[in-house]
């Protein structure tokens, strides 16, 4: 990995935090349905163990993945961490016993989550936590974000992120305070307005304007995920020229379509987990990203 691709959270803090700009996203290594041990639980160790050696020093997790499955891994794999690592957790959301997702966002809820994470990872502080907006609980997203600012207040947070936001909430939420970095999906082919049931927005490409605006780090989910329209082949053609998988490709395109994108591509695949490893070093032209769209 080329490391002077790096990226600082929080810059204007007192206590900014500088990352390599390939972090990973520890959801794949649950079982299926995101729920439960993995199903190998050897490779899934093997890979974290290979985070740091890589470049790697920012781990996304949560607690509802398993559930606390991946935040079990990390520490069995990681601990003691090293000292630049960022390992960022979010809240917001948690799992039923039958596999569903409900929102877990009241203040009290929210300083559970907080305290389950800090335990589950042997943390006194978590570096950065994302506030997951997940609807249907009827709680107002101020009284979450005013949850969050707490927790920060009382050091058991760093900084405070948010995820999954349209743009009017980001705005309201750097209105309470300083928000260090937006994690909502986005890649190459989720480069369209994205509208949940509601008609909300809360991809990636809505925000991205404004977090370049504001130096904000935008840390895009499910960025391997493809809706394009299937004779839509420009991203095949591209991974043909360069001999790279399609997938490489997606995270190169989201490292050349902004300095302050941070990719966080999850796999349980060790093979796959290199191959990502390798798309920081694909350099796509200006010709290839015109190409792209």
Avoid at 6 to 17: C, E, M, Y
Avoid at 139 to 156: C, H
Avoid at 282 to 290: F, G, R
Wanted: with cysteine; glycine share 8%; charged share 25%.
């Amino acid at each position: 990995m080329n490391n002077n691709r790096q990226i600082v959270i929080a810059a204007k803090s007192k206590f900014p935090l500088t990352v390599n700009r390939m972090g990973y996203g520890t959801m794949r290594l649950t079982g299926e349905g995101i729920w439960g041990e993995p199903a190998n639980r050897l490779e899934a160790i093997q890979i974290l163990k290979q985070t740091i050696p890589s470049g790697i020093n920012f781990i996304d997790t949560a607690d509802y993945y398993g559930e606390d499955v991946t935040n079990r891994l990390i520490k069995e794999a990681l601990y003691p961490y090293q000292q630049d690592l960022v390992i960022c957790t979010k809240v917001g959301g948690a799992r039923k016993t039958d596999k569903s997702w409900i929102p877990f966002n009241r203040p009290e809820n929210i300083r559970t989550s907080i305290d389950n994470n800090l335990r589950t990872l042997k943390l006194q502080q978590i570096s950065l936590v994302h506030f997951r907006v997940i609807g249907g609980s009827g709680v107002p997203f101020k009284e979450s974000m005013d949850a969050m600012f707490e927790l920060q207040k009382e050091g058991k947070i760093l900084h405070v992120g948010v995820s999954n936001v349209t743009l009017e909430e980001l705005e309201t939420a750097l209105q309470m305070g300083d928000v260090a970095t937006v994690e909502n999906m986005f890649g190459y082919g989720q480069r369209t307005t994205l509208k949940t049931l509601h008609g909300e927005n809360r991809g990636g490409e809505e925000v991205l304007p404004f977090c370049e605006k504001h130096g904000i780090p935008l840390i895009p989910y499910f960025s391997l995920l493809n809706s394009l329209p299937k004779k839509d082949n420009r991203i095949s053609e591209i991974a043909i020229k360069y001999k790279v998988t399609e997938a490489q490709v997606n995270i190169a395109w989201l490292l050349h379509r902004s300095p302050w994108i941070l990719p966080i591509p999850g796999t349980s695949s060790l093979k796959h987990f290199k191959e990502n490893i390798r798309s920081a070093e694909l350099e796509l032209t200006k010709e290839d990203m015109n190409f792209l769209g």
